[in-house]
């Protein structure tokens, strides 16, 4: 359940219900006319709705450093060839300046927990990307042909790039 719900009704809105989440507020738009027991009944709709979204979007990898490593396999055998794997991998508080590290030498992988809420495709592509690493080391034209490896590698950096900009964080590359 979202801690806070906001209710906007309006007099141009006449059948449909919508909501979205703005941080950790979920707004439901209601149109004016709607009973006391019809808003109460939308915004328990909408909460329900959102929640499933929510779970459906988000990588099961999020549950857990095993779940994690378990994804980490999963990708290395889909997109290198099973010729990356890491000696562990685990979620780390969230870093300053990174999304994810790798330590190739040691064959560590660390994930920043700010991606804990990103959709399961970009935490892919944050893994994909840094199991690269394991293989090749600098950001040069084999590396990124691994990572290209990925179908939605540009989509992922853009969606990165925005969430950096949109929370000012200052994270653009990954390591």
Same mark, same amino acid.
């Given at each position: 359940?979202?801690?806070k719900?906001?209710?906007?009704?309006?007099?141009?809105?006449?059948?449909?219900?919508?909501?979205y989440?703005?941080?950790?507020? &979920? /707004?439901?738009? /209601?149109?004016?006319?709607?009973?006391?027991?019809?808003?109460?009944?939308?915004?328990?709709?909408?909460?329900?709705? @959102?929640?499933?979204?929510?779970?459906?979007?988000?990588?099961? =990898?999020?549950q857990?450093?095993?779940? $994690? &490593?378990?994804?980490c396999?999963? @990708?290395?055998?889909?997109?290198?060839?099973?010729r990356? @794997?890491?000696?562990?991998?685990?979620?780390v508080?969230? &870093?300053?300046?990174?999304?994810?590290?790798?330590?190739?030498?040691?064959g560590t /992988?660390?994930?920043?927990?700010?991606?804990?809420?990103?959709?399961?495709w970009?935490?892919?592509?944050?893994?994909?990307?840094?199991?690269?690493?394991? $293989?090749?080391?600098?950001?040069?034209?084999?590396?990124?042909?691994?990572?290209?490896?990925?179908?939605?590698?540009?989509? =992922? /950096?853009?969606? $990165?790039?925005?969430?950096?900009?949109?929370?000012?964080?200052?994270?653009i590359?990954?390591?």
């Amino acid at each position: 359940m979202h801690k806070k719900v906001e209710v906007r009704r309006s007099a141009r809105r006449k059948r449909t219900v919508s909501a979205y989440l703005d941080g950790d507020t &979920m /707004i439901v738009l /209601i149109p004016a006319r709607m009973t006391s027991a019809e808003e109460e009944y939308w915004v328990a709709e909408m909460q329900r709705k @959102l929640s499933r979204s929510r779970s459906r979007r988000l990588s099961p =990898a999020r549950q857990s450093d095993e779940a $994690l &490593m378990q994804r980490c396999r999963e @990708l290395s055998a889909q997109y290198l060839d099973g010729r990356a @794997l890491p000696a562990s991998v685990r979620w780390v508080p969230p &870093m300053r300046t990174r999304w994810a590290f790798c330590t190739p030498a040691e064959g560590t /992988i660390r994930v920043s927990s700010k991606l804990g809420d990103v959709p399961a495709w970009v935490l892919d592509y944050v893994l994909v990307h840094e199991l690269a690493h394991l $293989l090749v080391a600098a950001h040069n034209e084999q590396f990124w042909e691994l990572c290209s490896r990925y179908p939605r590698t540009e989509r =992922a /950096i853009g969606y $990165l790039e925005g969430l950096s900009a949109a929370a000012g964080l200052g994270l653009i590359e990954l390591d």
